[in-house]
Structures are given as C-alpha cells and as structure tokens.
C-alpha cells in the first residue's frame, strides 16, 4: 500500500504499515512515524501488528527519544 509522504494525517492503515516497515525509513516525516505509534497504541484492540512490532515500536521510541535512565 503506497503511504504518501510528508503527511502528518494518517489513516489505521497506514499507521499499521508504518510501525510494521517504516520506523527507520528517514523518507517519512518524523512526526508521522510518531502519530503511528500513537495510533496503533491506541487501538482497540491490536491484531494488525505483532507483539514484536510493537515491541520494536517501543524501542525505536526510546532509542530516537534517548529514553535510556538505566545505563
């Protein structure tokens, strides 16, 4: 499914399609990987992504964020 870019209004899908394949992708606006995340954390009820996506969701946040207090 194509995403167009930079897009700040994403629908369910394409935040899915992001957190699933796009966090690290430096073509898409940062604030759109933020609003996927932010989306698919809101859900309902999570199907479309994997507890591994979203774990990786999780880390990508930490990691861009430097959310690290225990090192």
Known sequence: MPIPFPSYHISL?????????????ENIALQSRILAIEAVAGMETING?????LQH???WLYDHFELHYWE
């Open 57 to 59: 969701a999780l880390k």
């Open 49 to 53: 992504i994997t507890k591994d996506e």
């Open 13 to 25: 899908g394409e935040a899915c399609a992001i957190v699933k394949y796009h966090l690290d992708d």
